[in-house]
């Protein structure tokens, strides 16, 4: 009896023994999820301050900077500032973590070539082929430059830069008319009057029109009232 008595015994101290360990490792992994957790911060945002800057946000959340030795163009970030980092803004990260942060070589410059007195078309390809963005594109006309050239460049050429902005001249404008209402007259003497002026006139054909003249003008193209210039076609229609 008194030795199956000491038999249990052990058993309950044994079974004590592993319920105590059990809520220990239960209650250690508890606190030191929650010592992990404690000691993590949220990453800040880096992208656009400059290695001093982005030192002291991280140092005040116990994080250090690992700054990358590569540098690529950036059209949005000034030079010496960070374009890109990692983990991003906002991520949990640990105490003692490096970030690490990639800096702005700045906007591709490229050297600007020379525009002035090139056609709009042979501008636009220099630049593509120089690698240089076309910015804004503003117009004029005057008869003192050839048409469709370029007159000014901005920046100047040989400047450093990644886009450039050009005035070109449209050329002088071309006085208009008003077609007139031919309709019913002669086409022949139409025809004759406005070739006189400088107009290029075509009678396109004939068609019959009974109690119509023949040679009478029944269609014109454009009609009367729309404005013309002199290198227009105008085509006339006449009955037979």
Known sequence: ??????????????????????????????????????????????????????????????????????????????????????????????????????????????????????????????????????????EFRSPDYPADAVVSQDPPPAAKAPTVSLLLNRGEEATTYVMPDVIGMDGNRVSDALRERGFRVTITGSQPYPGVPPGTVVRQQPQGGFRVAASDAISLEVSR
Do not use: C, H, Y
Request: aromatic share 4%; proline share 6%.
């Open 1 to 138: 009896m008194p030795s199956r008595l000491r038999v249990w015994s052990v058993g309950r101290l044994l079974l004590l023994a592993a319920a105590l360990g059990a809520t220990f490792l239960l209650f250690f992994g508890v606190a030191l999820r929650v010592a992990l957790r404690a000691r993590e911060v949220q990453v800040p945002p880096l992208v656009g301050k400059t290695v001093s800057e982005a030192t002291q946000s991280l140092g005040a959340l116990g994080l250090t900077l690992r700054v990358d030795a590569t540098r690529r163009t950036d059209p949005k970030v000034a030079a010496n500032r960070i374009m890109q980092q990692d983990p991003p803004a906002g991520a949990a990260a640990r105490s003692q973590r490096s970030i690490r942060v990639w800096l702005s070589a700045g906007p591709r410059t490229t050297t600007v070539p020379e525009l002035i007195g090139q056609t709009e078309r042979t501008a636009r390809l220099r630049l593509q082929q120089d690698g240089v963005d076309l910015g804004s594109v503003s």
